[in-house]
């Protein structure tokens, strides 16, 4: 029964995800990336409390540290959107410093990413038991493997052949 909730909440996340990232043609790339955004942020919880199904001292110690551990990684997810942003309005004419540039501010948010989450482990291990803290970083891991699966899409990918644009 457990496996069965955990596949209807990934595909209802996932369902979600696709319907907000499913726009009309004339909806730019940022609107749908907010619109992905907005939406997993918004099941993310539910998702969660669905698949980890915390007896009540547990749900009390819990929510508040995870409402707290999102809180810290919101700003992050915010900075690869703004990145997926900056580099969507110009990769035709991308110039060599700016995609490093890019790159590099992309992997400073992964490293923080994974910096908060070694951070809560050993508080979300204060209050769960170790299979069920691995459970909630598995159900993260699969949300954002939605996210990203979702943004790779509207992320188009460098022309090799094309000119790069003349120095100045």
């Known amino acids: 029964m ?4 955990l596949l209807v909440a990934a595909i209802a996340v996932l369902g979600f995800a696709t ?3 499913a726009a009309p043609p004339q909806k730019d790339v940022q609107s749908e990336q907010t619109i992905l955004l907005d939406t997993i942020r918004a ?3 539910a998702f969660v409390a669905v698949n980890l199904q915390l007896d009540e001292a547990q749900a009390k110690d819990f929510w508040p540290l995870y409402d707290k551990y999102v809180g810290e990684l919101n700003p992050i997810q ?17 110039a060599d410093d700016k995609a490093l540039h ?5 992997l400073s948010a992964e490293a923080d990413r994974v910096q908060v989450r070694r951070t809560y482990l050993p ?3 204060k209050i769960l038991p170790g299979r069920t803290v691995a459970r909630f970083y598995q159900l993260e891991n699969k949300m954002d493997a939605v996210l990203r699966y979702e943004l790779a899409g509207s992320i188009p990918v460098i022309d090799e052949k094309a000119a790069p644009p003349a120095k100045k």
């Open 2 to 5: 457990t496996h069965t909730r």
């Open 19 to 21: 319907a907000a990232t």
């Open 43 to 45: 099941n993310r919880k």
């Open 78 to 94: 915010d900075r690869v959107v703004k990145l997926v942003e900056d580099y969507t309005a110009d990769y035709k004419t991308l």
């Open 102 to 106: 890019l790159i590099q501010d992309y």
């Open 123 to 125: 508080e979300f291990a």
